[in-house]
């Protein structure tokens, strides 16, 4: 076999690449490709940071290619239309790229590879994103495992040094193709988008900004596990966009993880073997896209209450610790992971609304969006979906802001309206007598919201809303 065209997707590096390697150690002559693909981008805001993230990647992949004697084709269409009509230009005998898991995206590679077929090409897909995938680990029974704790006991036992061995790159780049003539990237503007904040939020981007954050997280990863749940601190690898678009490699990152030797370690590798897990989740059981994991919470009756929803949103709850968060995701597109889960338990156990309309909302807004680990969380936080801990388990926003962030500091970095309320007020600030307010200049209700429910109250109509379900499923 002579040409092979590698079609790189949420993958965005060079180095320890599946696919590409595979396709360089079989052909002689190998091309490169991204799609910025329309059906995707063209419902999108015109200012989602997302696409320039993606874009400043695939300049890093298309510069380190040319380095080394290749180049990356850029095109923006239809990757069903696009990727077969280029492999017929190139003569390509196969399309090299590594597995999606995500069921739109499992449609999509069907149907390219349809029309490759019937162009005498084929597709070949490699595992990269994640460590075990598909039917990897699976129960003693040979089903797949539906609560985590069992299932990273099977990865542990599992897990070898040849999984988590990088695939080269270097050796055999003689054989990648030249840049051709005419080909060029796009601008964001040539895309259909404007520029973002995304410099002024200092995160580093493509291959070379994941691997400036993992070096600075490897010297602090031995206090991950002391750290990692108060977000006034910087305990988290902040690595999570870097993982969704693949500009670094989740092997060296659980190799690395693996090799030490302290707690932080084995906490932060727990959690990339969640990522796994909801990746494994999704995969055997695509049902969880649209509906309960558990399906008898199908039957939940959820309310309707745009108004709750819109202050949900908007950070304007009047319980500081939800505000803080729901206004660091508006603002940097991203929220601390412990943030994730008091968001996620307002929404639907103090609101009542169906977690639905909070995946949408962080779907919309994260920088670091995954379809397997959103869904994934949002059903935890839910009770809907892999827990092993039952569905009365109910955050109360007060208690995990005096705990997760006892001094406020995060809370005032994002709600500076209270930056006046005596400390010992900041997580329950409507407890405040009037005397209080006035003396500190903030009054419950024009300043800031008075609480949109009463958090024991809504605790009861939740655990109602359960029962009832429960009950009539036996």
Not at 136 to 157: C, D, H, I
Not at 380 to 400: E, K, L, M, Y
Request: hydrophobic share 45%; glycine share 6%.
């Amino acid at each position: 076999m002579s040409v092979a065209l590698v079609w790189f997707r949420r993958d965005l590096r060079v180095q320890d690449h599946a696919a590409l390697h595979h396709a360089l150690n079989a052909h002689r002559r190998v091309h490169c490709v991204f799609v910025f693909d329309r059906t995707i981008l063209d419902p999108l805001p015109r200012c989602d940071r997302r696409v320039e993230f993606i874009l400043r990647a695939v300049e890093e992949v298309d510069a380190a290619l040319r380095a080394m004697g290749g180049a990356l084709i850029v095109r923006h269409g239809d990757p069903r239309e696009e990727i077969p009509r280029l492999a017929g230009e190139l003569g390509a005998a196969a399309v090299y790229a590594n597995r999606d898991y995500e069921p739109s995206a499992i449609a999509r590679d069907a149907e390219v590879n349809r029309r490759l077929a019937a162009a005498d090409c084929q597709l070949l897909d490699f595992k990269d994103q994640v460590v075990f995938e598909r039917d990897e680990l699976m129960t003693q029974g040979g089903t797949p495992f539906s609560v985590f704790t069992p299932y990273k006991n099977a990865w542990l036992r599992r897990l070898t040094p040849r999984d988590l061995e990088p695939f080269p790159i270097e050796a055999m780049a003689a054989r990648l193709a030249p840049p051709r003539a005419g080909d060029r990237l796009p601008g964001l503007e040539e895309l259909g988008f404007v520029a973002t904040d995304l410099a002024a939020l200092r995160l580093p981007t493509g291959m070379s900004g994941a691997q400036m954050l993992f070096r600075d997280f490897a010297e602090r990863i031995d206090d991950y596990a002391a750290k990692r749940d108060y977000p006034a601190q910087k305990g988290c690898s902040y690595l999570s966009a870097h993982l969704r678009f693949g500009t670094v490699s989740i092997r060296q990152l659980a190799a690395y993880a693996h090799a030490q030797s302290s707690r932080g370690a084995a906490t932060w590798l727990s959690e990339l073997i969640w990522r796994d897990f909801y990746h494994a989740i999704l995969w055997h059981h695509p049902r969880v896209v649209s509906g309960c994991f558990k399906p008898e919470f199908d039957a939940l009756h959820w309310d309707d209450a745009p108004e709750l929803l819109a202050a949900w949103q908007a950070g304007r709850t009047g319980y500081p610790l939800v505000d803080a968060a729901m206004r660091q995701l508006d603002q940097a597109g991203w929220m601390h992971n412990r943030l994730r889960m008091v968001a996620a338990s307002f929404l639907t156990k103090d609101l009542g609304i169906d977690w639905r309309r909070g995946e949408a909302w962080f779907a919309e807004k994260l920088l670091d969006f995954d379809l397997a680990a959103n869904n994934g969380g949002w059903q935890w936080a839910a009770s809907t979906g892999c827990d092993a801990q039952p569905w009365f388990r109910i955050f109360n926003p007060v208690t995990q802001s005096e705990k997760f962030d006892p001094e406020g500091r995060f809370i005032l970095r994002y709600v500076p309206e209270l930056r006046e309320v005596p400390p010992k007020y900041l997580h329950a600030p409507w407890r405040m007598s009037a005397a209080d307010q006035a003396a500190c200049g903030v009054i419950i209700g024009r300043d800031y919201p008075v609480p949109v429910v009463d958090h024991a109250v809504a605790r009861e109509r939740t655990l109602g809303r359960y029962k009832s379900v429960r009950s009539q499923g036996g």
